[in-house]
């Protein structure tokens, strides 16, 4: 062994997180996006998480947390699930001769088949990293097979922050400052005289949709996506799904396109979940003839590439997340658990004022807020609406955590709603926790809870001073 070899064999993870591991906030606040912790200790969001494992997450002081967040969707299975960790043990002590890029390595091929099994109307697949990188790649695809160069996307969509995919992202909040973009359209959600009108112009390429927009949680109108789908084809166009979020069993079915009949996207960008939480994977699922436009020629081998993409620890990691989904049969689950969890909601909105809607499909649930109908909560509500809305929202995560140790977050900027996309693998057991703490927290909202609504005076305080 030489020396060099030796002074990396020092190397003890486990030492450094013990002997720094309690500079974590300090560290981010010097190193990286400062705003961050700011954002966390004002909202007492602020804790040391040390464990997790399954739906929760245990802190230092040994109380455990119930995550119906998901990491934003990640953790489809929820963390540290044994067979994705064999899975990717497995792997590097197989010593493969992984990302030589010039031979061809069974893993991506085996991940692809059984991806494609969801979708049989597709045929080949992409793979990078991201699920921004799985959209720009269906951009470029589109654009390249069609010869056309406009995409359409709806109002309020998101679909990454890169730059191709930040010119599809439907929120001026996410581009403001990084003009130019690229010269595309957003229509509203449902409206297919807005998209006939545009895909008259003859230079639409593709028109890309999340099926369940995750900002609000708004579901595609019935039939819109089958109408859609014909008026694209009729003038040459593609339609690009976007299941970055929904995909992969998160609203009760494999595929959330799948919920209306005769959909057949000729792109799908997946992410996420298909990761097991553990090794950033994206990956672009298409059909033949778009491939082969797109790599045309031996020359055009590398025209799309990613450095680390089909590498071997993302492609056991997705070959395990699939195979516990048939096993445990996971989809199922989150369309039965997201059912009644949904049911158990919604019939909370004639008890609650405040409470304006529930929504959604499986274990992706939108919770809407609105202006109450009693003058006394009317005029809290005002006092909130004034310094920022999206605040009433705030208030109800901030004791969800507090209170009750779970982990919640609104859908989005400046909106009344709190997105639930928990782990798939949630049962009665979480969902009776969920709806207690939730009811509770209404109880107090609808009383005139003095520590509520006190909080909400300090997020007041925290909006006008922001301005």
């Given at each position: 062994?030489?020396?060099?070899?030796?002074?990396?064999?020092?190397?003890?993870?486990?030492?450094?997180?013990?002997?720094?591991?309690?500079?974590?906030?300090?560290?981010?606040?010097?190193?990286?996006?400062?705003?961050?912790?700011?954002?966390?200790?004002?909202?007492?969001?602020?804790?040391?998480?040390?464990?997790?494992?399954?739906?929760?997450?245990?802190?230092?002081?040994?109380?455990?947390?119930?995550?119906?967040?998901?990491?934003?969707?990640?953790?489809?299975?929820?963390?540290?699930?044994?067979?994705v960790r064999k899975a990717l043990h497995d792997v590097l002590d197989a010593d493969l001769a992984d990302l030589t890029r010039f031979d061809c390595q069974p893993l991506p091929g085996l991940l692809a088949e059984r991806l494609l099994a969801h979708a049989p109307h597709l045929d080949?697949?992409?793979?990078?990293?991201?699920?921004?990188?799985?959209?720009?790649?269906?951009?470029?695809?589109?654009?390249?097979?069609?010869?056309?160069?406009?995409?359409?996307?709806?109002?309020?969509?998101?679909?990454?922050?890169?730059?191709?995919?930040?010119?599809?992202?439907?929120?001026?909040?996410?581009?403001?400052?990084?003009?130019?973009?690229?010269?595309?359209?957003?229509?509203?959600?449902?409206?297919?005289?807005?998209?006939?009108?545009?895909?008259?112009?003859?230079?639409?390429?593709?028109?890309?949709?999340?099926?369940?927009?995750?900002?609000?949680?708004?579901?595609?109108?019935?039939?819109?996506?089958?109408?859609?789908?014909?008026?694209?084809?009729?003038?040459?166009?593609?339609?690009?799904?976007?299941?970055?979020?929904?995909?992969?069993?998160?609203?009760?079915?494999?595929?959330?396109?799948?919920?209306?009949?005769?959909?057949?996207?000729?792109?799908?960008?997946?992410?996420?979940?298909?990761?097991?939480?553990?090794?950033?994977?994206?990956?672009?699922?298409?059909?033949?003839?778009?491939?082969?436009?797109?790599?045309?020629?031996?020359?055009?081998?590398?025209?799309?590439?990613?450095?680390?993409?089909?590498?071997?620890q993302a492609m056991a990691a997705g070959l395990a997340v699939l195979a516990v989904m048939e096993d445990e049969q996971i989809v199922a689950n989150a369309r039965r658990t997201g059912e009644l969890l949904r049911t158990r909601l919604a019939a909370l909105v004639d008890r609650y004022?405040?409470?304006?809607?529930?929504?959604?499909?499986?274990?992706?649930?939108?919770i809407e807020f609105g202006r109450p109908s009693s003058l006394g909560l009317r005029s809290r509500w005002a006092m909130l609406q004034r310094a920022r809305k999206g605040l009433f929202a705030q208030m109800v995560v901030v004791p969800l955590l507090q209170r009750h140790r779970i982990?919640?977050?609104?859908?989005?900027?400046?909106?009344?709603?709190?997105?639930?996309?928990?782990?798939?693998?949630?049962?009665?057991?979480?969902?009776?926790?969920?709806?207690?703490?939730?009811?509770?927290?209404?109880?107090?909202?609808?009383?005139?809870?003095?520590?509520?609504?006190?909080?909400?005076?300090?997020?007041?305080?925290?909006?006008?001073?922001?301005?």
């Amino acid at each position: 062994m030489t020396a060099v070899q030796q002074r990396r064999s020092d190397f003890d993870l486990g030492k450094l997180l013990a002997e720094r591991g309690s500079e974590r906030y300090d560290l981010h606040s010097r190193h990286l996006n400062h705003q961050l912790p700011r954002m966390l200790h004002t909202i007492g969001f602020d804790k040391v998480y040390e464990r997790a494992e399954g739906a929760y997450f245990w802190d230092d002081q040994g109380q455990d947390y119930l995550d119906m967040l998901a990491g934003f969707g990640v953790m489809g299975l929820g963390r540290h699930h044994p067979v994705v960790r064999k899975a990717l043990h497995d792997v590097l002590d197989a010593d493969l001769a992984d990302l030589t890029r010039f031979d061809c390595q069974p893993l991506p091929g085996l991940l692809a088949e059984r991806l494609l099994a969801h979708a049989p109307h597709l045929d080949r697949v992409f793979f990078g990293n991201s699920g921004t990188e799985a959209v720009e790649t269906a951009l470029k695809f589109a654009r390249y097979a069609t010869r056309k160069p406009r995409i359409l996307y709806c109002a309020h969509a998101f679909h990454g922050l890169t730059t191709g995919s930040l010119s599809v992202n439907g929120e001026d909040g996410f581009r403001d400052g990084f003009a130019p973009l690229l010269p595309d359209t957003a229509i509203a959600m449902g409206d297919l005289a807005a998209l006939e009108r545009e895909l008259a112009r003859g230079d639409v390429a593709a028109f890309v949709v999340e099926p369940i927009q995750g900002k609000g949680v708004h579901e595609s109108p019935p039939g819109f996506l089958r109408a859609a789908q014909e008026l694209l084809h009729r003038h040459k166009a593609l339609l690009i799904a976007d299941e970055v979020q929904t995909g992969l069993g998160r609203t009760g079915d494999f595929f959330a396109y799948s919920h209306e009949d005769g959909v057949e996207p000729d792109l799908v960008c997946v992410a996420k979940a298909l990761s097991g939480g553990y090794v950033p994977v994206g990956a672009t699922l298409g059909k033949d003839w778009i491939f082969r436009r797109v790599y045309s020629s031996m020359d055009r081998v590398l025209v799309h590439s990613a450095s680390f993409g089909s590498n071997a620890q993302a492609m056991a990691a997705g070959l395990a997340v699939l195979a516990v989904m048939e096993d445990e049969q996971i989809v199922a689950n989150a369309r039965r658990t997201g059912e009644l969890l949904r049911t158990r909601l919604a019939a909370l909105v004639d008890r609650y004022e405040l409470l304006h809607d529930v929504r959604g499909r499986g274990l992706m649930i939108g919770i809407e807020f609105g202006r109450p109908s009693s003058l006394g909560l009317r005029s809290r509500w005002a006092m909130l609406q004034r310094a920022r809305k999206g605040l009433f929202a705030q208030m109800v995560v901030v004791p969800l955590l507090q209170r009750h140790r779970i982990l919640t977050q609104v859908s989005g900027d400046h909106l009344e709603v709190i997105k639930l996309i928990p782990p798939l693998i949630i049962g009665e057991r979480e969902v009776d926790r969920f709806v207690e703490a939730f009811t509770a927290v209404m109880d107090d909202a609808h009383g005139g809870g003095g520590l509520m609504w006190e909080f909400g005076r300090t997020l007041v305080k925290q909006a006008v001073a922001h301005r």
